[in-house]
């Protein structure tokens, strides 16, 4: 079973904290002694603000700090005998988001103004008794609050670090595989292949010298081992091209859409959306499946034109290309070498690949890749 499929949102996990807050100052405020009249308005709203003001911890932690630290003092002052429990939590989400130094230096000043404050608003002879003992408590909760933030904070900061750890290794292990294939390919096949080119065309060119027929399979092995040669040769380029040259990405798509320009393809470039950046991974697989359709359509296709589209969403980066060639050129979307290593690649990213003829004519490639860190 998906666990993922049933997990709460963060932002309503932040509003249940922040109502339920808010409905525990209020019943703990309204069960004691309070005022009456306006300050006893003045204060319900006072704590109730400071309450739901954690809905937004995450997203503005500092703000949410000042807010519930005011609506501390503000509760105290209309003559609430409230623990601060909303300004504690603020205090965790300042201290989990990184604000160590301001969450310490505000806590500092609150404490000295909420013990302030209940000098002032307490009647008798027994309120500097009370003032220490409010100061003790608010001293003792906001220590733990910040333990608290701070054990979170370095919990998930490991976590990061262990998962780039993670990946890298596995980029790593990636980088040596591919070399080491490399390395067989160019001992074994290119070595075999080799042979093959050089007997076959020796045997072409001894029968042309005694005025003999070629044979059309002779002829055909001459070919196969022509292209095999190239095309061994390119496999190899590009298992060894990320290691001897820097990767290429989205921003090299330009100059790549002007190449094909000018080896005479009428390539269009369209850009969707507000450019950001994305990971690596993702930039470069971007770059390999522009790269790819456009070799194919200008190889095999008999195009005339072709769009590349790169759209950037939230979390999404796609791309698509289109062209007006011949869609039959590849009888099922995985049909060659090149097709297969593009979906390969996406899917390594968790991504999505479709490639079909349009009903309009021609071909297309859509693919969609993942941004939200996906490297």
């Given at each position: 079973?998906?666990?993922?499929?049933?997990?709460?949102?963060?932002?309503?996990?932040?509003?249940?904290?922040?109502?339920?807050?808010?409905?525990?100052?209020?019943?703990?405020?309204?069960?004691?002694?309070?005022?009456?009249?306006?300050?006893?308005?003045?204060?319900?709203?006072?704590?109730?603000?400071?309450?739901?003001?954690?809905?937004?911890?995450?997203?503005?932690?500092?703000?949410?700090?000042?807010?519930?630290?005011?609506?501390?003092?503000?509760?105290?002052?209309?003559?609430?005998?409230?623990?601060?429990?909303?300004?504690?939590?603020?205090?965790?989400g300042a201290?989990?988001?990184?604000?160590?130094?301001?969450?310490?230096?505000a806590s500092?000043?609150?404490?000295?103004?909420?013990?302030?404050?209940?000098?002032?608003?307490?009647?008798?002879?027994?309120?500097?008794?009370?003032?220490?003992?409010?100061?003790?408590?608010?001293?003792?909760?906001?220590?733990?609050?910040?333990?608290?933030?701070?054990?979170?904070?370095?919990?998930?900061?490991?976590?990061?670090?262990?998962?780039?750890?993670?990946?890298?290794?596995?980029?790593?292990?990636?980088?040596?595989?591919?070399?080491?294939?490399?390395?067989?390919?160019?001992?074994?096949?290119?070595?075999?292949?080799?042979?093959?080119?050089?007997?076959?065309?020796?045997?072409?060119?001894?029968?042309?010298?005694?005025?003999?027929?070629?044979?059309?399979?002779?002829?055909?092995?001459?070919?196969?081992?022509?292209?095999?040669?190239?095309?061994?040769?390119?496999?190899?380029?590009?298992?060894?091209?990320?290691?001897?040259?820097?990767?290429?990405?989205?921003?090299?798509?330009?100059?790549?859409?002007?190449?094909?320009?000018a080896a005479?393809?009428?390539?269009?470039?369209?850009?969707?959306?507000?450019?950001?950046?994305?990971?690596?991974?993702?930039?470069?697989?971007?770059?390999?499946?522009?790269?790819?359709?456009?070799?194919?359509?200008?190889?095999?296709?008999?195009?005339?034109?072709?769009?590349?589209?790169?759209?950037?969403?939230?979390?999404?980066?796609?791309?698509?290309?289109?062209?007006?060639?011949?869609?039959?050129?590849?009888?099922?979307?995985?049909?060659?070498?090149?097709?297969?290593?593009?979906?390969?690649?996406?899917?390594?990213?968790?991504?999505?690949?479709?490639?079909?003829?349009?009903?309009?004519?021609?071909?297309?490639?859509?693919?969609?890749?993942?941004?939200?860190?996906?490297?």
């Amino acid at each position: 079973m998906d666990k993922g499929r049933f997990a709460v949102p963060a932002a309503v996990t932040d509003w249940v904290i922040a109502v339920g807050v808010a409905v525990l100052l209020l019943g703990t405020g309204l069960s004691g002694p309070h005022p009456v009249g306006g300050r006893e308005l003045l204060g319900c709203v006072l704590l109730a603000v400071g309450g739901l003001a954690l809905a937004a911890r995450r997203r503005a932690p500092l703000v949410v700090l000042a807010v519930t630290g005011l609506g501390a003092v503000g509760s105290l002052a209309a003559g609430f005998e409230v623990l601060a429990v909303s300004y504690l939590v603020a205090v965790y989400g300042a201290v989990r988001a990184g604000h160590r130094v301001v969450a310490l230096a505000a806590s500092g000043g609150l404490v000295a103004v909420l013990h302030l404050t209940a000098l002032v608003f307490h009647d008798g002879s027994t309120r500097e008794v009370a003032a220490q003992a409010r100061n003790t408590l608010e001293i003792a909760w906001l220590i733990a609050a910040f333990a608290a933030g701070e054990a979170v904070r370095q919990a998930e900061r490991r976590a990061d670090e262990a998962e780039r750890t993670r990946e890298e290794t596995a980029r790593r292990r990636a980088d040596e595989e591919r070399l080491r294939i490399a390395r067989e390919l160019h001992d074994s096949l290119t070595h075999q292949i080799s042979v093959i080119t050089v007997q076959s065309e020796v045997a072409v060119h001894v029968a042309r010298r005694r005025g003999e027929q070629v044979p059309e399979a002779l002829l055909a092995i001459q070919e196969a081992g022509r292209e095999a040669s190239r095309e061994l040769r390119a496999t190899l380029e590009a298992l060894r091209e990320e290691d001897t040259v820097p990767p290429h990405g989205l921003d090299h798509i330009s100059n790549l859409v002007k190449g094909f320009q000018a080896a005479g393809l009428e390539t269009t470039l369209t850009i969707e959306g507000h450019p950001h950046d994305v990971p690596t991974a993702v930039g470069r697989t971007a770059y390999r499946i522009v790269q790819e359709s456009l070799t194919n359509v200008a190889r095999h296709a008999a195009a005339t034109t072709a769009s590349v589209h790169i759209g950037y969403r939230p979390d999404i980066l796609a791309i698509r290309v289109d062209d007006d060639g011949k869609a039959t050129r590849h009888p099922a979307p995985t049909a060659g070498l090149g097709l297969l290593g593009m979906r390969e690649r996406v899917t390594a990213l968790g991504g999505r690949l479709r490639t079909e003829p349009r009903s309009s004519g021609g071909f297309t490639v859509r693919a969609e890749l993942p941004t939200n860190e996906a490297s």
